[in-house]
């Protein structure tokens, strides 16, 4: 293989890795003991447009085992949904 070949092949392959990376971000949301079942279920409908069934599952995950992820996707996704999270009080992460 021509060194040409070899570094425009290597850059598509880390192009596909980290778009692949970007992609597998996660919103981590935390369990606390201020709001309520129903407040973090309106909280996720509102914010990130879960259905209510997805916002009780996730709500029940992060009640009894301390966090749950409630979305996946890229990094530029993810804050403006973590940020509407925090402004709530709530305590969200990105991982």
Known sequence: MKEKE????????????DGDQLNKRFLILHNDDTHTFDYVIDSLIEICKLEPEQAEQCT????????????????EYLRPLRKGLTKK???????
């Open 6 to 17: 070899y570094s425009e092949n290597q850059q598509d392959f880390e192009e596909i890795v």
């Open 60 to 75: 029940y995950i992060i009640h009894y085992k301390g966090k749950c992820d409630v979305k996946k996707g890229s990094l």
């Open 89 to 95: 009080g709530l305590n969200a992460t990105i991982d």
